[in-house]
């Protein structure tokens, strides 16, 4: 049992490129979120899918869009990456409903230079 | 606006002792506050949670309190140990119209806890 599984776990990315954050969960859970951590800032809530087929923005969704696959899938994506995108990125999923804990992924971390 | 505050950046203690760890929030709208443990090269996992109609749970060496008067909440580790050392992050969610949260969470900014032998 993986729980949730992040790929790829580290890059580099230069200013004005794109890539595809993946995310992938094998606990038939039906929310799933992305979130970013920077010094100081604790975790930050980028965008979320409460279910398959919606996605809707969290706190800090602009540079970003993401792609609810399927039930498994949620993936982020930086269209054109910059500096200030530099930060590990955690992919989260949980049940849907009152008061249940998100499990998170290992992380990537990104630096964008 | 930081919804959630850690201020404590870091705690050291010594191994057998109490580790007391502070969390503070402004949103009136959280009833559901959750602690999660996290080490280096690796993603936050959940320790404990509590909702608002409780004032204290606890599981096993942890134990978290609400004080929803104060907003204030806390995490107690006894006894402490060296394995307990790790960045802890208080997250608080709020009930959607229609009684259904999501899981979207706020986090505070994270306190590191060094557990000395």
């Known amino acids: 049992n993986a729980g949730v599984t992040q790929t790829p776990k580290f890059q580099v990315l230069k200013t004005g490129q794109s890539m595809t954050l993946q995310c992938a969960q094998d606990?038939?859970?039906?929310?799933m979120y992305w979130y970013r951590q920077d010094p100081g800032m604790g975790l930050r809530l980028i965008y979320y899918s409460a279910s398959e087929g919606t996605t809707d923005k969290g706190e800090v969704p602009n540079g970003y869009n993401v792609s609810r696959l399927n039930k498994r899938e949620f993936s982020l994506r930086l269209e054109s990456a910059a500096p200030s995108q530099t930060s590990v990125y955690f992919c989260?999923?949980?049940?849907?409903?009152?008061?249940?804990?998100?499990?998170f992924g290992q992380g990537t971390r990104l630096t964008v230079v | 606006d930081q919804q959630v505050k850690q201020n404590s950046p870091s705690l050291s203690v010594q191994e057998g002792r109490i580790s007391i760890l502070n969390c503070d929030y402004t949103n009136s709208m959280f009833d559901y506050f959750l602690w999660y443990k996290k080490y280096p090269a690796e993603g936050p996992t959940f320790l404990i949670s509590i909702s608002s109609i409780k004032d204290k749970n606890e599981d096993g060496r942890f134990t978290v309190f609400l004080n929803k008067s104060a907003k204030h909440l806390s995490l107690h580790i006894v006894p402490s140990q060296p394995g307990d050392s790790a960045v802890y992050f208080c997250?608080?969610?709020?009930?959607?119209?229609?009684?259904?949260?999501?899981?979207?969470?706020?986090f505070g900014q994270g306190t590191i806890l060094t557990v000395h032998p």
């Open positions: 997250a608080a969610s709020a009930i959607r119209a229609g009684g259904t949260s999501y899981g979207k969470l706020t």
């Open positions: 989260a999923s949980t049940l849907q409903g009152r008061n249940t804990e998100a499990f």
């Open positions: 606990m038939n859970h039906n929310s």
